[in-house]
């Protein structure tokens, strides 16, 4: 390597700004001159060969032979990039084709150096697999609508917050969670509730009547979702699926003169379709928010909910969240009616493995 060279080659690693206009001059030099006919070298004496003349008619397969050789302070030199096509210096071929990835990580960074690497030898990306999420919780779910059995007239049922401890039915307790399996943009997902309540209401009619309703609910939903959306701040999935209901209740109706009591149990799958997403607000914090609506008279009339949460990452497995879930059916069928609305706080923990 010539002495430029060297200086060129040591400007590079101490310019001040490698990337600006210094450093990219320095490189650029430097490949000029690596790669560009050394014409001025004195020490490098090439074997001299004839040169190749071809008669009128004829065809060569000879390769391609140095040219004339120039005259420059006195002596006769040949360029040495053509000693390096026509193979005179097997020094000076293996010099500079191994300095090729060199040259061009100086030049170009190391991208252009990585591109010089047998794509063969480069290893595929490891693919995603599934990844796992269980989120218990609780919903402290009030309650109001009309609740009928038997033929019975309906009962009006109206469970605020304030009365939800004592509306919830504790033996059994209520058993709540929701599971997510995923791999990449799919994923299948479930939720289950059991939920047992005790309820005061009245019966509307010519008499006037107390009631009193003992029900047990299971409301299962199901299904799998696609994620359409997904970027550094935000994801959004459309999801469908379906939600099973089962429902086990008593009702007694009081009057004046007399007291009626009637019990029924029904299940029902009503399909859904919906949307879920997340935003995010920076330092661990989200906002969480699903809807979604079905049953169109498969199941139930109407079948559909809303959920919205705040969320906290604690970390890359834990996510603690809290806030509110309305979830409304309206299902009429031989002879029970449960046209309610449940809706409270909820808070949860999702833990992701």
């Known amino acids: 390597m010539t002495a430029e060279a060297k200086r060129m080659l040591m400007s590079v690693h101490t310019a001040d700004d490698l990337f600006g206009y210094r ?105 995603s697999g599934w990844t796992f999420a269980a989120a218990p919780y609780l919903w402290l779910a009030g309650l109001n609508g009309q609740i009928g059995v038997a033929g019975m007239p309906p009962a009006d049922v109206d469970v605020d917050f304030s009365q939800v401890f004592d509306a919830i039915d504790w033996f059994p307790p209520p058993i709540m969670i929701a ?30 009547l107390t009631a009193d309703v003992e029900m047990n609910t299971v409301v299962w939903t199901f299904g799998a979702s696609y994620r359409v959306v997904e970027n550094e701040t935000a994801t959004l999935d459309v999801l469908a699926g379906g939600r099973l209901w089962y429902l086990d209740t008593d009702v007694t109706l009081t009057g004046p003169v007399n007291v009626l009591q009637g019990s029924g149990s029904k299940t029902w799958v009503d399909p859904i379709i919906g949307v879920a997403g997340t935003v995010g607000l920076g330092s661990g ?17 109407l079948d559909w909910q809303v959920l919205g949460t705040l969320q906290y990452r604690y970390n890359d497995s834990v996510t ?34």
């Open 285 to 301: 914090l989200g906002l969480h928010g699903e809807a979604d609506i079905g049953g169109f008279g498969v199941g139930a009339d």
């Open 320 to 353: 603690l969240e809290a806030g509110y879930r309305y979830l409304d059916v309206d299902y009429d069928d031989g002879g029970l009616i449960f046209d309610v609305a449940m809706h409270g706080p909820i808070i949860g923990a999702s833990f992701r493995f």
């Open 179 to 208: 599971g997510e399996a995923r791999n990449g943009r799919f994923a299948l997902f479930t939720d289950f509730i059991y939920l047992g309540l005790e309820a005061d209401g009245s019966s509307s009619g010519p008499v006037p």
């Open 23 to 127: 450093g990219i001059a320095c490189r650029c030099g430097l490949f000029v001159m690596l790669l560009a006919p050394i014409s001025e070298r004195t020490d490098l004496e090439l074997p001299r060969k004839k040169h190749a003349v071809l008669s009128p008619g004829r065809t060569s397969t000879h390769r391609l032979m140095s040219p004339p050789p120039r005259i420059i302070a006195g002596k006769r030199r040949r360029p040495v990039c053509f000693a390096y096509m026509n193979g005179d210096t097997a020094d000076v071929r293996f010099l500079r084709f191994a300095l090729l990835p060199v040259i061009a990580h100086l030049i170009f960074g190391p991208a252009a150096a990585a591109d010089m690497v047998d794509p063969q030898s480069e290893e595929a990306p490891a693919a």
